[in-house]
């Protein structure tokens, strides 16, 4: 089974830990694939080199990622860019069915500052991109090292977890009941540097840099 089929993904973990490393390992495979997409991007982890004009990504050979540098935009600022670039997306590829340059992918991370408890401009129009946009093909992936506040809607709607380490009781308590067994949960204040549980309603694994085994086999997320 391909990761990409998944649609709904959610990648969490204290800081160095290995989320960003996870993040690019799945882009790189969805490239792969020929499959584009867009990363709302606030530190400038994932860009390396944007062309200005087209806001498209030169890096990693990504003809079809589109990013969206947010570094040193105030919080709100960057919550209603990503607004408005998203709502945009919603109109055109879900509500009309229409192609925007192929982009089947959306990566979104410190996603906690995005789609919180509370209410931003750009929380909703996420969470209604999480819930509906599987339908029509579009994959989403979060990235955040404070599940706990993510709004719960759309954590809820997180079909498959990976989570590095996590040290908070709150973080722990925040992944989705069922998602990962309970023995395993013990073991996420214990991993290393790379390590990560995989959870999900389909796929249930305990994954490292070294071991890439599930079943079924989830291909696109081994980078070897």
Same mark, same amino acid.
């Given at each position: 089974?391909? %990761?990409?089929? !998944?649609?709904?993904?959610?990648?969490?973990?204290?800081?160095q830990y290995g989320k960003t490393t996870t993040a690019k390992v799945i882009v790189?495979? !969805?490239?792969?694939?020929?499959?584009?997409?867009?990363?709302?991007? =606030?530190?400038?982890?994932?860009?390396?080199?944007?062309?200005?004009?087209?806001?498209?990504?030169?890096?990693?050979? %990504?003809?079809?990622?589109?990013?969206?540098?947010?570094?040193?935009? $105030? @919080?709100?600022?960057?919550?209603?860019?990503?607004?408005r670039l998203l709502r945009g997306y919603y109109r055109t590829v879900i509500k009309?069915?229409?192609?925007?340059?192929?982009?089947?992918?959306?990566?979104? @991370?410190?996603?906690?500052?995005?789609? =919180?408890?509370?209410?931003?401009?750009?929380?909703?129009?996420?969470?209604?991109?999480?819930?509906?946009?599987?339908?029509?093909?579009?994959?989403?992936?979060?990235?955040?090292?404070? $599940?706990?506040?993510?709004?719960?809607?759309?954590?809820?709607?997180?079909?498959?977890?990976?989570?590095?380490? %996590?040290?908070?009781?709150?973080?722990?308590?925040?992944?989705?009941?069922?998602?990962? =067994?309970?023995?395993?949960?013990?073991?996420?204040?214990?991993?290393?540097?790379?390590?990560?549980?995989?959870?999900? *309603? !389909?796929?249930?694994?305990?994954?490292?840099?070294?071991?890439?085994?599930?079943?079924? =086999?989830?291909? *696109?997320?081994?980078?070897r």
């Open positions: 089974m391909s %990761l990409y089929n !998944l649609k709904r993904v959610l990648i969490t973990g204290i800081t790189k495979g !969805l490239r792969r694939m020929g499959i584009g997409g867009m990363i709302i991007d =606030p530190h400038w982890q994932y860009i390396h080199y944007v062309d200005v004009e087209t806001n498209t990504v030169l890096d990693w050979n %990504l003809r079809l990622v589109y990013g969206v540098p947010l570094i040193n935009q $105030p @919080d709100e600022t960057q919550q209603e860019i990503c607004n009309r069915r229409e192609q925007w340059d192929d982009i089947k992918f959306i990566l979104i @991370d410190e996603a906690q500052n995005f789609a =919180p408890k509370t209410q931003t401009s750009s929380r909703n129009i996420i969470r209604k991109i999480v819930k509906e946009g599987a339908k029509f093909g579009v994959m989403v992936i979060l990235i955040t090292q404070l $599940p706990q506040e993510l709004d719960v809607p759309t954590r809820n709607q997180m079909g498959l977890w990976i989570c590095h380490r %996590l040290s908070d009781t709150g973080a722990r308590m925040a992944i989705r009941y069922g998602c990962i =067994p309970r023995e395993l949960k013990e073991l996420i204040t214990r991993l290393e540097v790379g390590e990560a549980i995989i959870g999900s *309603s !389909l796929v249930r694994v305990e994954m490292n840099d070294n071991t890439c085994n599930t079943n079924p =086999p989830l291909h *696109s997320i081994d980078d």
